[in-house]
């Protein structure tokens, strides 16, 4: 399984009046972590949609296990976890730095969509840049 992991220090504005990470929030780290992977793989978000291929989230989990606070620096591991022939899926882990203990974990379920908006074979290109 291939995995990438990004490192995000949290912002003021992504928490709550207790300080605490606003739970909406994990979602745009799992986002942050998936186009780092799919870059780290050779991939970019930018060029695939210019070519009228489209990643589009169809189903997005997450479990919260601990509150991250403002100012903390985060891991954001992310895994490919499936690829079929039209959906691709993520897994993450989001931890405190030189922590083990989770803070999050997930997934998210993508749905490849050709110009049309209609589900599409995932390319060949991008099939063999993530095997």
């Known amino acids: 399984m291939k995995c990438s992991e990004i490192?995000?220090?949290?912002?003021?504005q992504e928490t709550d009046q207790m300080g605490i990470v606003y739970y909406s929030n994990y979602f745009v780290y799992f986002e942050m972590g998936r186009i780092e992977f799919l870059r780290d793989m050779g991939i970019s978000y930018a060029e695939i949609e210019k070519e009228n291929i489209f990643l589009a989230v169809a189903e997005a989990?997450?479990?919260?296990?601990?509150?991250?606070?403002?100012?903390?620096?985060?891991i954001i591991k992310t895994?490919?976890?499936m690829m079929k022939l039209a959906r691709i899926e993520f897994r993450y882990e989001i931890r405190r730095i030189n922590e083990e203990?989770?803070?999050?974990?997930?997934?998210?379920?993508?749905?490849?969509?050709?110009?049309?908006?209609?589900p599409m074979a995932i390319p060949e290109k991008i099939r063999n840049a993530l095997t």
């Open 7 to 12: 490192n995000v220090r949290v912002r003021y």
């Open 61 to 74: 989990h997450c479990k919260y296990r601990s509150p991250a606070m403002f100012d903390d620096l985060l």
């Open 79 to 81: 895994c490919l976890s």
């Open 101 to 118: 203990s989770l803070i999050a974990e997930g997934s998210t379920l993508l749905a490849c969509l050709g110009v049309n908006k209609k």
